[in-house]
């Protein structure tokens, strides 16, 4: 039992392209945003995620979701600027 766990979690983290966000969760993830820059942000750094899980995705993509809970577009520019993207 362990063995076919431990296969089926590693072939869920080396798949590619399938597990990326669908449309569907990307615009769920865009519409969270409180600004129209950070919700292009989240947009075009999260597009590409292939985690399954919202903790597993990748710096820029965290990053972006943080911008997007900014409530003005001062507060999301210098969110960016720390993150660096």
Known sequence: MKKLLSILILSLITANNAYSLSEEKLIKLTSKAYTPGAAGLIY????????????????????????????????????VDQCGL
């Open 44 to 79: 075009d750094y999260c597009a590409h995620e292939d985690a399954f899980l919202e903790m597993l995705y990748s710096k820029s993509c965290k990053c972006a979701i943080k911008a997007g809970k900014a409530k003005n577009l001062a507060a999301v520019s210098l969110i």
